[in-house]
């Protein structure tokens, strides 16, 4: 399996180039999978569920699956916050993880910047971004030796992805 992270602050792009990715990468016959991480609590249930009710109840996971999906919910009953391999180690086989969101996590990442943030540039200061992509090459505030991809080709991005898949085959 390969894994790529993508970085960068809120409201750069991160989570629409990542929609844009896994579906390019499916149409290229790739089984993608994603690992997003969440700033604040978040809750995929609802009240009144079965599953919300099993998990008010105490439970500490709760699977809940019917013929075309699959989902756990797990409880932590002291406050964690489970780092990215082990997030991936949760995961089925396939061949593409994308890893939104831990942009200290050492694993390779491509930083989505865009200067209309007026937020800095990462690159220059993690050594596991592999690559930028923006929409304002132009105005990156330090030359880079890494790729520079186009925020707004999601062609593009694929095809690096693709193209230099052995470089982001994963070991933990």
Known sequence: MNVIGFCGFSGSGKTTLVEQLIAHLRLAGQRVSVVKHAHHAFDIDH???????????????????????????????????????????????????????????????????????GQPAQYPNDPHIVAICTDSAAQLPEASPLPVLDLNDADAVTAFLLESGARFAYAR
């Not at 699956?65 to 089925?92: Q, W």
């Open 47 to 117: 009240e009144g569920k079965d599953s919300w009710r099993h998990r008010r109840a105490g439970a500490f996971e709760v699977v809940i699956a019917s013929d075309r999906r699959l989902a756990k919910i797990r409880e932590f009953e002291t406050p964690a916050d489970p780092g990215v391999h082990d997030l991936i180690a949760e995961l089925g086989p396939c061949d593409w993880v994308l890893v939104e969101g831990f942009k200290r996590a050492a694993l390779p990442k491509i930083e989505i910047w865009r200067a209309s943030t």
